[in-house]
């Protein structure tokens, strides 16, 4: 059964930075691309960043480019999501996302 379970979450000021984690489970890790989303209140869910399978190549939306980087641990089978310079638009839950299996997500509110 495949599981992703975010986590770290919170409530931070503009300008700080935070660490997002999705820990994996039920299939293998470097087998498919993985994912974070993130939806606002009232807007539709939305994709963040990617990081591809076996390269590791990664991809950022253009609003999180330069600020997020996205990087795995194989051996935790663990996705991070590291985010810097945060601003009061990237307030949203977060979510992780692998094939057609999504995380419950994890708040992420940050005040201006």
């Known amino acids: 059964e495949v599981q992703l379970v975010e986590s770290g979450g919170a409530m931070v000021q503009a300008g700080g930075s935070l660490r997002l984690s999705c820990a994996a489970s039920g299939f293998t890790f470097d087998d498919y691309a993985i994912a974070w989303f993130r939806q606002a209140p009232g807007k539709e869910r939305e994709g963040v960043s990617c990081?591809?399978?076996?390269?590791?190549?990664?991809y950022y939306a253009d609003s999180v480019k330069s600020r997020f980087t996205i990087f795995k641990d194989t051996r935790k089978n663990t996705l991070y999501l590291h985010m810097n310079l945060l601003e009061p638009e990237d307030t949203a839950v977060y979510f992780c996302?692998?094939?057609?299996?999504w995380g419950q997500g994890t708040q992420l509110t940050v005040s201006s």
């Open positions: 996302n692998v094939d057609v299996y």
């Open positions: 990081i591809s399978s076996i390269h590791g190549r990664t």
